[in-house]
């Protein structure tokens, strides 16, 4: 491919605790931008729609630089739909609206739609074979809750190979001390988990001066 038509490199995040990605190297045609657990069940139980607007800047920034955007949500078992509605097993509908995606979150036509059990979006879903297949080594990571869902997913990511960066504040925990803590555990052994960086870290890298 000739040098005009190459796609443009963008600039190293300020992460913690290394710049992002830890070689310096990344493009719209090796990174993907993971969103995991934005549903509304979960934007309520938590109360971390200040989380989700952040997720969606990040979301408009990501496939306005034509990255890859891949939604994971985890799929609504009956015990946990018993537990959040307090209905009888019978009772429940099949996909509660509850269970969709964040009201605040409108994903592209394009999007890797991916349903998962448990907190590791990789467990049985393909996603590592498609992150593959198209060339994928960089991740963004936003979503709900940043100690289970994002951690157990970032987790597994880096175990894999991937260079994964946690979007804080387009994330949210359970409580906000487990929030801090889990992303502190992140950056354990200078990037034990890959970086943290807020979006205005990621925003500069994506549209440099």
Known sequence: ??????????????????????????????????????QQCAVDALQAR????????????????GMAIIAARREAVEETLHEATGLATSELPVKPAAWQWARDI?????????????????????????????????????????????????????DMGFECLAIADACAGTTPARHDAQLRITTFGNGLFGGVADLAAVRAALNPP
Do not use: K
């Not at 200040?50 to 979301?59: F, G, I, Y």
């Open 1 to 38: 491919m000739s040098s005009s038509l190459a796609v443009p490199a963008f600039g190293s995040v300020d992460a913690r605790p290394y710049a992002w990605p830890f070689d310096g190297q990344w493009s719209a045609d090796d990174s993907a931008l993971l969103l995991l657990g934005l």
């Open 50 to 65: 200040e989380a989700v607007l952040a997720a969606r800047q990040l979301l408009l920034l990501a496939h306005q630089c």
């Open 106 to 158: 409108a994903l592209p036509d394009d999007a890797m739609i991916v349903t998962h059990a448990g907190d590791n979006a990789f467990y049985r879903t393909g996603l590592e074979a498609a992150l593959r297949a198209a060339g994928i080594r960089n991740l963004l990571i936003a979503g709900l809750p940043t100690d289970g869902l994002v951690h157990a997913t970032q987790r597994a990511a880096n």
